[in-house]
């Protein structure tokens, strides 16, 4: 039976991790992988994770199973942060669960908006690759549309387009901040527009919060989402741990519903629970709990907020530091000082790509997808100059 099975394509980025891991020139860049890097280059454990880990060990008692809905106090634990402190709940309309990863708790939700009848997800392009590779997977159509419209801002056209084509129960796809890859984000003025027209079509918001904090702040980051969820009567919300907490290989995630009123967000709740146990029965422990830990300690929160604003701060000299630099070669720096967050997009074609790569040994996705904390003081300076070179 085996053998009739097609052959898949590699991961593209795998396989760029190792071409570089590869290449023996010690001044070589990666701008590809998708995690944050210090000055030196590594992706270092959060001091308050080691901290709030060292606590868990001393007082976990029990490795039982927690069942599909995870740890409740991790759950619980990042929702003021989430949806903010005054009410967290938007009175009884919001619960969540745990899941495995930011990734799990997308495919919660497309899983979930199918189950009620959705057919097609509308989804800004270009997106996180696996946006679409999961709606295909769970057999939901695509409706996509240009996110922007230039290096700075989006098509806000193109998405009131998309929407007219859908049909009432479609899901639609919205980044929270920081958008990947092109770090180009709404205004909160955007999202109450597209709250109004979600609403009017009666689609099924999923609001995609992968790295929180990275952007603007931690409250900045949430507040066009916020205006969102105060304007429509339901919503998905997926969020990842994985960037502001560092716990990349934990698979730390969270899934939210907002419903009507509490009697469908019951009903929305034990469906996503039943999913959830067909799909991977419970996520795993260690690293919900060791943000639960984290947050439930006054001491460790305030280490964490300061390492995240350390990291949003690194992040944001990059930008500036590419926008100062203007025009080089052909590519105008400019407009990556008013992005967001890890990640945006150069325009450059494949050759120029496979140029900085041979000639530069600079390394990045060949969509022209760069991730910034692969810079820093001691090479930023040959990354602009090596577009230069390859660009001019």
């Excluded at 992706?43 to 490795?63: G, M, N, W, Y």
């Amino acid at each position: 039976m085996l053998e009739r099975l097609d052959p898949q394509a590699p991961d593209a980025l795998l396989a760029l991790i190792k071409m570089f891991n590869d290449d023996p020139r010690e001044d070589k860049i990666d701008l590809g992988v998708g995690v944050y890097r210090d000055e030196e280059g590594r992706t270092p454990v959060f001091r308050a994770i080691k901290a709030a880990e060292e606590k868990l060990h001393e007082t976990q008692d029990s490795k039982s199973y927690l069942g599909p809905e995870g740890d409740s106090g991790f759950v619980n634990g990042l929702m003021p942060y989430i949806f903010g402190d005054d009410d967290p709940t938007r009175g009884g309309r919001i619960a969540g669960m745990q899941t495995p990863g930011g990734t799990g708790a997308v495919r919660l939700a497309f899983a979930l908006a199918q189950a009620a009848g959705g057919k097609s997800v509308v989804l800004g392009e270009p997106s996180w690759p696996n946006h679409r590779q999961i709606a295909k997977d769970i057999g939901l159509d695509i409706i996509g549309f240009d996110h922007a419209a230039d290096a700075a801002t989006t098509d806000f056209g193109a998405l009131e387009a998309a929407i007219e084509k859908a049909q009432p129960g479609d899901v639609l796809l919205l980044h929270g901040s920081s958008h990947n890859p092109t770090g180009i984000d709404y205004t909160v003025e955007q999202w109450e527009r597209i709250a109004e027209l979600s609403k009017a079509a009666q689609l099924v918001p999923v609001l995609d919060i992968a790295y929180q904090g990275l952007g603007e702040g931690l409250e900045e980051d949430v507040a066009g989402m916020r205006a969102f969820l105060a304007a429509v009567p339901e919503a998905m919300v997926t969020y990842s741990c994985d960037k502001n907490f560092g716990l990349y290989r934990d698979r730390v995630g969270a899934f939210y519903v907002l419903a009507a009123d509490r009697d469908i967000l019951d009903r929305a709740i034990s469906n996503a629970n039943s999913l959830a146990r067909a799909n991977w029965s419970m996520p795993p422990d260690h690293g919900g709990a060791t943000v639960r830990v984290l947050l439930r300690d006054a001491d460790l929160t305030a280490q964490w907020k300061e390492e995240l604003t350390a990291m949003r701060g690194r992040l944001r000299w990059i930008r500036d530091t590419l926008a100062k630099a203007g025009t080089t070669g052909a590519i105008d720096l400019t407009p990556l000082g008013e992005h967001n967050g890890l990640f945006s997009m150069l325009p450059v074609d494949s050759d120029q790509v496979a140029a900085l790569r041979k000639d530069h040994g600079i390394y990045m996705a060949g969509s022209g997808r760069i991730n910034i904390a692969g810079l820093n003081e001691s090479n930023i300076d040959r990354f602009i100059a090596a577009l230069a070179d390859v660009t001019g």
